[in-house]
């Protein structure tokens, strides 16, 4: 079985997928059902029903409850059964699995380690969602990779160089410098005095003038990501300029396969529309990195990453650190530490 921290918070997925319907997604390989109860309060159960195993997410909400669509069993949402249309007891051993749920920054978040731990204060915050004075765009991409491999990617933005041309292509040459922030990893990359490239021109223009740009990107295990991006004309201060704040959150759906979830703001005054911008960030994360980071995973071919004895630059600092603080906590998890 794959090694997945567990005693941390994951992303399922953003609140308006879920609405007020019913939500199945598989995370770290077990399948879960999100449905809201009558107080709109978001539970997360087994989507597996414990009688002929079929998937509850296929069967019929009632109330703050869901039928199972083969034989009628129907659940809450602490995952008990409630009901049995059959007739007879329900069973007492009749339940199935339910996770701690926390909403917040329009992101539904799980806890599949032990219960009595889930503390809604660590998750990771993106205050910016509810910003007045930005308007959101938001995404979801499955890929094809391990989940490790997208949080690299996010943590080595050189790449961008060679992978994103309307971000700058060979303009984007940055200075990088990486901090240790408490649990975090900080990386930061600063190019100076270029042309404006054609994102973020769009959506802040330079009027022909030199820029400055910076991506400073923060990592909170096990995979959520904060992306600060902006443009200032050069040699200014930094509020002087655009920032675009950013979301990059990674949760797996098993060693092989990776839920990636974006969000990103512009100020509400951009001249780059809501549609354009998402199509903008769309190309970048669907069509420029998703097919590399899947064929890197499909070269790979299930090897571990270090014992590939991958090459090591200077620019891989910060993903490096990530692997080793991530890989320190499941080590001590597995050792009964955490
Ligand atoms: S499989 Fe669910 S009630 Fe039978
Ligand atoms: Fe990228």
Known sequence: MAKFARQAWY??????????????????????????????????????CPHRFAPLSTGVRKDDRI?????????????ACVENPLGGAVPGVCRVGAYPVAEQDRILWIWMGDPERADPSRIAR??????????CVFGYTQV??????????????????????????????????????????????IVENIDNPEFPENAWSAHGRKVDLWDDIRWHAPATLSLSSGVVLTGRPRNEGCEIPSAHVITPETADRSHYFWGSALPKDSPLSNGDFTQVLSQAFDTEDKPMIEDVHRRMAGEDFWDLKPLLLRTDNAAVRVRRILHAMIEQEAAGHA
Request: aromatic fraction near 10%; proline fraction near 6%; charged fraction near 20%.
């Open 67 to 79: 039928m199972c669509r083969y034989h009628g069993l129907t659940f809450d949402g602490s995952g």
């Open 11 to 48: 992303m399922i997925g953003w609140a308006q997928e879920l609405g007020d319907g019913v939500l199945a997604r598989t995370l770290l390989g077990v399948p879960v059902v999100v449905f809201r109860d009558g107080h709109g309060v978001p539970h997360a159960i087994h989507d597996r």
């Open 126 to 135: 993106f205050p910016w969602i509810d910003d007045p004075a930005l308007r």
């Open 144 to 189: 094809n990779a391990h989940y490790e491999l997208l949080t690299d990617n996010l943590m080595d933005l050189t790449h961008a160089r060679f992978l994103h041309p309307g971000f700058g292509g060979d303009l984007y040459s940055p200075r990088n410098s990486v901090e240790i922030d408490g649990d975090s990893v900080v990386s930061k990359y």
